[in-house]
Every structure is written in structure tokens, then in C-alpha cells.
């Protein structure tokens, strides 16, 4: 069975929206794209080059839209992002000139590639496709890069009612930025108690 790894660049209040560029993302007039630009550092650096190991991908639909536009060509940057496998989670596109890209229409699918051998999944971007995710128990580990601002619009990653879950953290940093880096492993359900005074 493969594992599903959410990496996302969220705000304090949870914004996942065009963190790459202003064009990236306007939907619903948004404003603040490229917001994680002025956080890059060399902390940041090292634990993207080590996001970016390779594995197969799982995206949603815009962003693949997004990435196959530039990513062929960027090759130095991501040495392996030609080579491996881009499931494309989407029910309006079936092809494209990307090397290795696989098309997915229906959660089902997900469930079977989730089941089936071969490197784990990691999700980059795809707002719509990671709450889907989160909404139907898909996700086994969260790597979150938590940037020191609020935006107060914008698409939020725990939109839509996640199931309740409880996770554990596995590693994490601080980067001289002051963008939390945490990787959350799934670990069962969420437990209560009362707080004792």
C-alpha cells in the first residue's frame, strides 16, 4: 500500500491559495499571490530539496495545468519530475504532452492506486483534491510549511470538513523566516478527556 504525503505552504490562517506567484491562482479575486516569496531561505531550501526526492505525484487538475507548463523545462531544478509518474486527478482533462502523466476521474481510482504497490504519493498544491482527501480518511501524512502571516480570504486547506483525525508530529523546524515546517503522521482517532485544573 502507498502512502498519500500532502506537502503544503499554508498562512497562520490556513490559506493555501497562489503562494507561488501572483498569477498562479486569482479565483474569486484573490490578491496575494506569490505571498510565500519573501520566506525563502536556505533552511526552507534544504527541506524543499528533500520534498522534492523522487516519488510518483498525485495533483489536481489546476495545478497540473500549472506545473506542465513549467516544470518539462525546469529540469535542473527537479531533476526528477519528468521521470516519475503524475496522476492527474480530473474529469474534464485525458491527455497531455507530459511525459509519464496518468489520469485518475473518481475517488475510486484514488482508492485503488492508494492500494496498490509502488512509491508513495506526494500531493503538491491541488486545494480541491487535498480536501477531498482529508474528507474521506486518504491522507497518511502532512508536510506543512506554516508561513508567519494572515491573509484573511483566500482557499484554506481544512475547508469543507475533514473527518476528525488525530495526527502526531514527526519532525519539524523553524527557519530564520519564522515559517514552521512540520511533517504530521496520521495516528488513529481523535481522542478526549478532561482537563485537569
Known amino acids: 500500500m502507498r502512502k498519500i504525503i500532502v506537502i503544503s505552504m499554508i498562512t497562520l490562517d490556513g490559506v493555501l491559495q497562489g503562494p507561488g506567484g501572483a498569477q498562479e491562482d486569482t479565483s474569486g479575486g484573490f490578491e496575494f499571490g506569490g505571498w510565500s516569496a519573501p520566506y525563502g531561505d536556505e533552511v526552507m531550501g534544504k527541506v524543499m530539496g528533500k520534498l522534492m526526492q523522487p516519488s510518483d505525484l498525485l495533483l489536481g487538475r489546476k495545478t497540473f495545468d500549472i506545473w506542465a507548463g513549467y516544470w518539462p523545462q525546469h529540469t535542473d531544478f527537479w531533476p526528477s519530475i519528468n521521470d516519475v509518474t503524475k496522476y492527474v486527478v480530473s ?45 474521506h480518511d486518504l491522507v497518511d501524512e502532512l508536510w506543512l510549511q506554516i508561513h508567519p502571516l494572515t491573509l484573511g480570504q483566500g482557499k484554506k486547506l481544512f475547508d469543507n470538513g475533514p473527518i476528525p483525525a488525530a495526527f502526531t508530529v514527526a519532525e519539524s523546524v523553524v527557519t530564520p523566516t519564522g515559517v514552521f515546517i512540520a511533517n504530521y503522521k496520521r495516528a488513529g482517532d481523535v481522542k478526549t478527556g478532561d482537563v485537569i485544573a
Request: cysteine-free; aromatic content about 6%.
Open 91 to 135: 474529469t474534464t482533462l485525458t491527455t497531455s504532452d507530459w511525459q509519464n502523466s496518468v489520469f485518475l476521474d473518481s475517488l475510486a481510482e484514488i482508492e485503488k492506486l492508494k492500494n496498490s504497490e509502488g512509491s508513495d504519493l506526494t500531493v503538491w498544491g491541488s486545494g480541491n483534491l487535498i480536501q477531498s482527501l482529508l474528507k
